[in-house]
Each structure stands twice: as C-alpha cells, then as structure tokens.
C-alpha cells in the first residue's frame, strides 16, 4: 500500500489565485481530514469527512473547500490564496473506530 | 476553548538517557490520547496511544503514562538515540467521531 498520498509537494502561489492540493489514500479508509501546520506550531484541523459525500468543517475552515466523491480523494481548494495561507499541509485518514490517524508527507505552499 | 497542550517547548538530552515528554489537557471528556513523532520535512508519525481507561501503556522503548486525575500525560523514551531527535505532539479525542486535538509539540534533540 502506498498509504496516504499529497500532490503536489511544493507551491509557489501569488495572491488571489486557486488551487487544489491533492489526497488519496488506499487503505478504504472512512475518515480523512486536512489539518495545516505553521511553523514552531501544531497541527490544526481544516476539514474533515467522515465517508463519501459527507464533509464538515474543522478548526480554520475559512477560504478552503473541500468533496468527497470517492473514499479514496479528498482534494482540499484554496479559492483565492492569500499570505495568511502559507503553511504546510497534511492529510491524514483513518479507518472506522481507528482514531490513529495516518499522515501524508505534506504539501509546502507559499503564497506570495 | 479546551485544547491539549505542552509545557516544553524543547527537550536536550544525551544519548542513552531517557526522555520523558509532558502534555496536559483540559477536557475531561476525551477517551483516546497519541503520541506522535514528526521528523523533519515528514507527516506525523504514530508512536504509542492509550485510551482512558488505562494509566500505562508500553512499547518498544516508549512508555505512555496518563494521569486523568491532573490530567497529564507523558511520554517516556528509554536510552535515547540519535534518531528519536524530532518534534513530538500529544493528541487527544476530545469528542465522537475521528478527529484529533493536537498540542503544540515539543522538539526533542539527542545529543551524542
């Protein structure tokens, strides 16, 4: 299994543009969600979905979308990047009555 | 709002000592607790949890203390090595459902 897996590893954006970070896990997993990381902090949650078709806000949920189509994908959209947004970005899922979460290896965006 | 959080920052040690991390919480509601371990450039990794209803748990090397009357938590590493050097996190459930609160972290640095 490849686990969790984040698209791109790297971005360079300038204010007021979109973009979709990628997630896909291959583990059938229930429950994904998107946590985003500044530096010297923790992890703060996003988004989360709980199954396909079902999402719910997390913690800092303001200027990012997300779906769940599949149980596989959970793209998170940022709609108009702003500086505040730069961060570093983690998926994680995890199974039902599986409260460990697995983590991908993070997406790095730079908003200029 | 209640949040899990770390009295220090970060943590010297020498190699071969043991470390022992510290993590308080404050809602008493929460059932499940994990340590993780975040190296450089990398996601969360999963090192030890316990749910509430024990006061140990062991591993390889690490051993996970909760205190639910003070409500501490603590995470010990016996003989220290150089590749435990990382930023550890205490998570918790604080509520039904998946989703983690995670504490601030604290960066572990082993000294040779």
């Known amino acids: 299994n490849a686990g969790v897996t984040q698209t791109p590893k790297f971005q360079v954006l300038k204010t007021g543009q979109s973009m979709t970070l990628q997630c896909a896990q291959d583990?059938?997993?229930?429950?994904m969600s998107w946590y985003r990381q500044d530096p010297g902090m923790g992890l703060r949650l996003i988004h989360y979905?709980?199954?396909?078709?079902?999402?719910d806000q997390g913690e800092v949920p303001n200027g990012y979308n997300v779906s769940r189509s599949t149980t596989e994908d959970f793209p998170l959209r940022l709609l108009s990047a702003a500086p505040s947004q730069t961060s570093v970005y983690f998926c994680a899922s995890s199974g039902i009555g599986g409260f460990n979460q697995y983590f991908g290896p993070g997406t790095r965006l730079l908003v200029l | 709002g209640e949040s899990v959080g770390l009295h220090l920052p970060t943590l010297s040690v020498q190699e071969g000592d043991n470390s022992i991390i510290n993590c308080a919480y404050s809602n008493s509601a929460s059932d499940y607790f994990i340590w993780y371990k975040q190296e450089s450039g990398k996601g969360p990794q999963f090192i030890i949890d316990i749910r509430s209803n024990m006061d140990k748990r062991q591993g390889q090397r690490v051993t996970v203390l909760l205190n639910k009357t003070v409500k501490h938590l603590s995470l010990q590493i016996a003989a220290t090595q150089p590749g435990d050097s990382a930023v550890y996190f205490c998570?918790?459930?604080?509520?039904?459902?998946?989703?983690?609160?995670f504490g601030g972290g604290t960066r572990l640095m082993v000294k040779p």
């Open positions: 979905s709980v199954g396909a078709g079902i999402t």
């Open positions: 583990m059938n997993h229930e429950y």
């Open positions: 998570a918790e459930n604080p509520r039904a459902g998946n989703m983690l609160t």
